[in-house]
Nanobody
């Protein structure tokens, strides 16, 4: 079993920055990918970014150039560095890990005020 615990969300003004963390524990000897989705009120969950076990990254067009995903293998932790935040980035951000199936974290709220 895999457990994912997110942290780092909060309230920030537009143009500001936040760093989200997702710490994985349990049976994570290997995985295919880890990353982040987000869900804004009244909208569907959408992918934000992911990183593969080989280190390849991919981003949603809406966050390219502003967000960076990184991984600390020793800590089994994935980070989402979010810069130049916009009000439309307001959402609950969910971490995921793909290993035979998809595991989800509990979500962390990010609110960007204008």
């Amino acid at each position: 079993q895999v457990q994912l615990v997110e942290s780092g969300g909060g309230l920030v003004q537009a143009g500001g920055s936040l760093r989200l963390s997702c710490a994985a524990s349990g049976s994570i000897f290997s995985f295919n990918a880890m990353g982040w989705y987000r869900q804004a009120p009244g909208k569907q969950r959408e992918v934000v970014a992911h990183i593969t076990s080989g280190g390849s990254t991919n981003y949603a067009d809406s966050v390219k150039g502003r967000f960076t995903i990184s991984r600390d293998g020793a800590k089994n932790t994935v980070y989402l560095h979010m810069n130049v935040l916009k009000p439309e980035d307001t959402a609950v951000y969910y971490c995921f890990l793909d290993r035979m199936r998809r595991y989800w974290g509990q979500g962390t709220q990010v609110t960007v005020s204008s």
